[in-house]
């Protein structure tokens, strides 16, 4: 099991986080309403860095969830474990979160099995109930809880769509990759990249997402940081290219050359 509290590094004593649109603005109307949220996009597009900054605007407690085909009800939720003094339960991230008021996040949600995801339902209508069944408890959700999703639609199979009624229990919100003019600020923010370097690799990423290839993925805002941060601690560019942008994105040897030929229209040296 993933549980974590966030770990993002806050940045002036915020978590920075660049709005692509409305989405600030949906994301409190839905946390007003009690209602839960459902956020679609590519991976690296700031899903994670969105609610993470949300929950600190809000000021609610956070529980990051990174779902995967193994996780069990029991791993939301929480379990009977062994102590000194016979056993104990323990809350799990959602009930923790339920309890507090705070913010669950479950990242992937559609890497869960579909029995996991069904002890969302009744947390995530109007009854905002958490049974536990090892306990018998019935928990009520603290005022502020608000339950959070997020999946990549490109990685959707016939097997892991989610259930429609579990998606329709949700608001949802679909991200991209931003704007060249707000990834260039995205990137001198998480990194210390100069101005004109940042719009070369803007430039070259918008070159490589229109390439006509068979990648699964493009690239990402998160590979264009990690480029922007070796460029800017004096890496060659063409060796950050290959390394932060080719080869994350292929096992395919001509694929990466193709990669590296439109880099190289960008960065010769
Ligand atoms: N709008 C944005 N404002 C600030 N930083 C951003 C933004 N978009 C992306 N980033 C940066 O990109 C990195 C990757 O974003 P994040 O981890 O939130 O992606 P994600 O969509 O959750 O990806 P995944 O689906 O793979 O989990 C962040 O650590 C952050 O540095």
Redesign the pocket.
Known sequence: MTFSTTS?IPINGEI?????DNEVQLFEYAYAHQLPLLIK??????????VAHMAEKLGRPLYTVACHDDLTAADLVGRHLIGPNGTYWQDGPLTRAVREGGICYL??IVEARKDTTVVLHPLADDRRLLPIERTGEELAAAEGFMLVV?Y?PGYQNILKGMKASTRQRFVALR?NY?DPL?ESQ?LM??SQIEQDLAVKLIELAGSLRRLDSDLDEVV???LL?YAARMMSSGMSPLAVCRCCLAEPLSDDISTVEALMDVARLYFDC
């Open positions: 993002t920075f986080y660049q709005p692509q996009g590519p991976t690296g597009c700031g899903k994670t860095r969105f990242d992937e997020s990549n991200l931003p707000l995205i923010a998480e990402s805002t998160r940081i």
